[in-house]
């Protein structure tokens, strides 16, 4: 887990699928100036060894444990998959968090067949079938290479128990129950939660907020860390 910076609101970030800490670097550089920021890697990612488990509830244990570990009122920011268990957190143990930041994600994750298909039969196809679709169209090609050399980084069981956790995820039913202010964030070019599932989850969860960002896809906080930096300053600002 990276740390950085001191003051309150805490922040806790989540990456998605195929994803480690290293995603939100800008965002802990920039936000480490006014609060504690933290980012984890999920069972199985970056620096975290793989243990049993079934996917998503036991990515949502690992957060609870991070929450439990921090023990200060924390705003839980989640990127797609990270998205889903920051709702999933949100919903079974809210007395933890102050806010909720999510990012590129939606109520339900619907996952293509073939990237599904992929990851259990061509992990070097499903790489590129996902990066393929992850960028805006003014990503450069380095930034593009640098989310394909990190999602190699995590191993083939990794990426298909992400990608079926995904396609499993449906709390459409359960957004009005959501008790804390919420920030809904994505990219206005963004192919794999496009803006209408941000749209859903700002109209159906009381006390949310949408930001859309321009010149941005599926990974915006690296596309456009800046403004994902400054957005999320604003709500946590909000909040004290």
């Given amino acids: 887990m990276a740390q950085a910076g001191q003051g309150q609101p ?8 195929g994803g480690d800490h290293t995603i939100w670097g800008e965002q802990l550089r920039e936000l480490a100036k006014d609060f504690s920021v933290a980012a984890l890697d999920l069972n199985g990612h970056g620096r975290s060894p793989a243990r049993a488990g079934d996917g998503l509830a036991t990515y949502v244990e690992d957060v609870l444990a991070v929450l439990e570990y921090l023990n200060t009122p924390t705003v839980l920011v989640g990127h797609s998959m990270g998205g889903a268990i920051a709702l999933t957190v949100a919903l079974q143990r809210p007395s933890n968090l102050v ?7 939606g109520a339900k994750l619907k996952v293509h067949p073939q990237i599904l298909e992929l990851c259990q039969t061509d992990f ?3 790489v590129e079938l996902v990066v393929s679709w ?3 169209e003014g990503a450069s090609a380095e930034l593009v ?3 394909r050399e990190q999602m190699r980084r995590n191993d083939q069981a990794a990426l298909s128990r992400d990608f079926a956790s995904c396609s499993t995820f449906d709390v459409i039913d359960q957004l009005g129950a959501i008790s804390v202010p919420t920030l809904v964030l994505c990219g206005r070019e963004d192919k794999l939660t496009p803006v209408k599932y941000s749209e859903y989850l700002q109209r159906n969860i009381p006390n949310a907020h949408l930001r859309v960002i321009e010149r941005a896809g599926h ?6 860390p800046d403004a994902v930096a400054q957005a999320l300053r604003e709500f946590c600002g ?3």
């Avoid at 990974?219 to 456009?224: A, F, I, S, W």
């Fill in 99 to 105: 806010g909720l930041g999510l990012v590129g994600t």
């Fill in 219 to 224: 990974m915006v906080m690296l596309e456009q």
């Fill in 124 to 126: 070097e196809r499903a």
């Fill in 134 to 136: 992850a960028f805006g």
């Fill in 145 to 147: 290479q640098r989310a």
């Fill in 10 to 17: 805490a922040l806790l970030c989540v990456h998605g699928a």
């Fill in 238 to 240: 909000r909040l004290l």
